[in-house]
């Protein structure tokens, strides 16, 4: 009987760990930069000061090269996946940051790895240390999903439907 409760005893703390292990992910995950490939746009992530995640409610994480290769997803597939977080790498520190809360500089002086030229930051008072050096304009997510919108997949959308 005794060999029973510690038995039981056992696989309870298995079952607890086994539990436990299957936590889903609910925050970002390193970028294995020159080896992960862009979600959206399927080329190697490669420069540590623009890579992005987006986070389903499942855990399942997708990986980005740029914040205009997130936005393009995130507007394709927003109604299909259910979203958790979506993350965008902070230009001034090389961090993850909450991609909703960030702000953005779109600077043609400062390329970004898809040409839209866009970096986002944490905070204004590091975005305008950059600023100094490149100009540009600041910007919140919606208008990162309004600009990704009209200047690339409108532009995406009505070059293939002129080939069709």
Request: hydrophobic fraction near 35%; aromatic fraction near 14%; charge should be positive.
């Given at each position: 009987?005794?060999?029973?409760?510690?038995?039981?005893?056992?696989?309870?703390?298995?079952?607890?760990?086994?539990?436990?292990?299957?936590?889903?992910?609910?925050?970002?995950?390193?970028?294995?930069?020159?080896?992960?490939?862009?979600?959206?746009?399927?080329?190697?992530?490669?420069?540590?000061?623009?890579?992005?995640?987006?986070?389903?409610?499942?855990?399942?994480?997708?990986?980005?090269?740029?914040?205009?290769?997130?936005?393009?997803?995130?507007?394709?597939?927003?109604?299909?996946?259910?979203?958790?977080?979506?993350?965008?790498?902070?230009?001034?520190?090389?961090?993850?940051?909450?991609?909703?809360?960030?702000?953005?500089?779109?600077?043609?002086?400062?390329?970004s790895p898809m040409g839209m030229n866009l970096s986002a930051f944490?905070?204004?008072?590091?975005?305008?240390?950059?600023?100094?050096?490149?100009?540009?304009?600041?910007?919140?997510?919606?208008d990162i999903l309004n600009m990704v919108k009209n200047k690339w997949?409108?532009?995406?959308?009505?070059?293939?439907?002129?080939?069709?």
């Open positions: 009987m005794n060999f029973l409760k510690k038995g039981g005893s056992f696989f309870l703390i298995l079952l607890f760990l086994f539990a436990f292990s299957c936590e889903k992910v609910k925050s970002p995950v390193p970028i294995n930069y020159g080896v992960d490939k862009c979600e959206y746009c399927a080329m190697k992530i490669m420069d540590d000061r623009f890579g992005a995640e987006l986070i389903t409610e499942t855990g399942k994480v997708y990986k980005f090269d740029s914040t205009e290769c997130l936005a393009a997803y995130y507007i394709e597939n927003k109604d299909k996946l259910k979203i958790h977080s979506i993350w965008v790498t902070d230009f001034y520190n090389r961090e993850f940051i909450n991609a909703e809360t960030a702000y953005y500089l779109h600077s043609p002086d400062l390329p944490k905070n204004m008072e590091d975005l305008n240390k950059i600023k100094e050096k490149y100009n540009g304009k600041v910007l919140k997510w919606s997949l409108n532009k995406r959308h009505n070059h293939h439907h002129m080939h069709m």
